[in-house]
């Protein structure tokens, strides 16, 4: 499985962004897919994700300011960054989960910076 990112780049606080990963490969609807981000020196942590289940889930941080969305018929999932602040500015990294009987596999796209200005 392949994770091709795109989107992100430079905005002033109060804009907008969106990022898009298409999926190549063997990736459904009953597996997660979703947006991690990671800051120098810190842990990359979950901004959003759709589940299996289609459940959605948010970083407290940033609800209501994004929404994740998805297209299983694409294998693609996007997330919508609005009302941006310079604490989103981070590497953000196109993420899916695979779930098997007692484990799980993750895959991640390369990567792409988002900058949000002051």
């Known amino acids: 499985v392949q994770l091709q990112a795109s989107g992100g780049g430079l905005a002033q606080a109060g804009g907008s962004l969106r990022l898009s990963c298409t999926a190549r490969g063997s990736i459904f609807s009953s597996n997660d897919m979703g947006w991690y981000r990671q800051t120098p020196g810190k842990e990359r942590d979950l901004v959003a994700e759709?589940?299996?289940?289609?459940?959605?889930n948010y970083a407290d941080s940033v609800k209501g300011r994004f929404a994740i969305s998805r297209d299983n018929a694409k294998g693609a999932v996007h997330l919508q960054m609005s009302n941006l602040k310079p604490e989103d500015t981070a590497v953000y990294y196109c993420?899916?989960?695979?779930?098997?009987?007692?484990?799980?596999?993750?895959?991640w796209g390369q990567g792409t910076q988002v900058t949000v200005s002051s």
């Open positions: 759709v589940t299996g289940d289609g459940d959605t």
């Open positions: 993420h899916a989960r695979k779930r098997y009987i007692g484990r799980t596999v993750d895959y």
